[in-house]
């Protein structure tokens, strides 16, 4: 927890690049500049229900690929000079051995159907998720990066979908990361969004 709160973790790296449903530049600007006094949004209720329903997807993923090692993530992985940071879901070795890691996200049909389910049928995760899994991929020295979302209603399904790995994402999150801790020690922060942010300016 102590490492966590210096860095940037891949659950909210993708704030720095494109559109994050959970938090703003701003106020990953506020938490990191007054720890413990801006909520980490990082225990929203949807990523609480993750966290609570992680394990049946894990089982269900041993299930469904039994040629495949799967293991639990219990550690945290850093860069300790961007510091950027993640703890994966799962550590994978697939059928030929190669590691990887599937991210595990919890969602609920309507959702997966409106965001995630593309007009020809194919499944696509929202760009913050690609870019968590690319990070946690590279954080782990991983071949391969997955999304798994465990999508919960009359039934459970657990569609496994690739991610690429593209340097060019690693490198422009290590750029804009670097940015940031920039920014939190000369300035200047990132502009406010009255509407999502708040919450962040008035806890600060």
């Given at each position: 927890l102590a490492l966590r709160e210096q860095d940037v973790t891949a659950s909210v790296a993708a704030t720095l690049v494109t559109?994050?449903?959970?938090?703003?530049?701003?106020?990953?600007?506020?938490?990191?500049?007054?720890?413990?006094?801006?909520a980490d949004p990082e225990e929203s209720k949807p990523m609480r229900r993750g966290r609570l329903l992680e394990p049946v997807a894990v089982e269900m993923m041993r299930e469904d690929r039994p040629e495949w090692t799967i293991a639990r993530g219990q550690h945290y992985y850093r860069?300790?000079?961007v510091r950027l940071g993640a703890t994966p879901d799962t550590l994978v070795l697939d059928e030929r051995g190669r590691p990887g890691i599937v991210q595990i996200k919890s969602v609920d049909p309507f959702t997966f159907k409106n965001k995630w389910t593309q007009s020809d049928g194919s499944i696509e995760p929202p760009l913050w998720i690609g870019i968590q899994a690319i990070i946690e991929a590279?954080?782990?020295?991983?071949?391969?990066?997955?999304?798994?979302?465990?999508?919960v209603?009359?039934?459970?399904?657990?569609?496994?979908?690739?991610?690429?790995?593209?340097?060019?994402?690693?490198?422009?999150?290590?750029?804009?990361?670097?940015?940031?801790?920039?920014?939190?020690?000369e300035g200047p922060d990132y502009e406010a969004d009255p509407v999502r942010d708040y919450r962040a300016i008035e806890a600060a």
């Amino acid at each position: 927890l102590a490492l966590r709160e210096q860095d940037v973790t891949a659950s909210v790296a993708a704030t720095l690049v494109t559109n994050h449903p959970f938090i703003t530049p701003h106020e990953l600007y506020r938490v990191k500049s007054y720890p413990g006094k801006v909520a980490d949004p990082e225990e929203s209720k949807p990523m609480r229900r993750g966290r609570l329903l992680e394990p049946v997807a894990v089982e269900m993923m041993r299930e469904d690929r039994p040629e495949w090692t799967i293991a639990r993530g219990q550690h945290y992985y850093r860069d300790p000079v961007v510091r950027l940071g993640a703890t994966p879901d799962t550590l994978v070795l697939d059928e030929r051995g190669r590691p990887g890691i599937v991210q595990i996200k919890s969602v609920d049909p309507f959702t997966f159907k409106n965001k995630w389910t593309q007009s020809d049928g194919s499944i696509e995760p929202p760009l913050w998720i690609g870019i968590q899994a690319i990070i946690e991929a590279h954080l782990t020295g991983s071949e391969w990066a997955a999304v798994a979302p465990l999508v919960v209603g009359v039934g459970i399904e657990l569609p496994i979908i690739l991610i690429p790995i593209h340097a060019g994402v690693i490198e422009r999150i290590n750029e804009k990361v670097t940015e940031f801790w920039t920014r939190i020690v000369e300035g200047p922060d990132y502009e406010a969004d009255p509407v999502r942010d708040y919450r962040a300016i008035e806890a600060a």
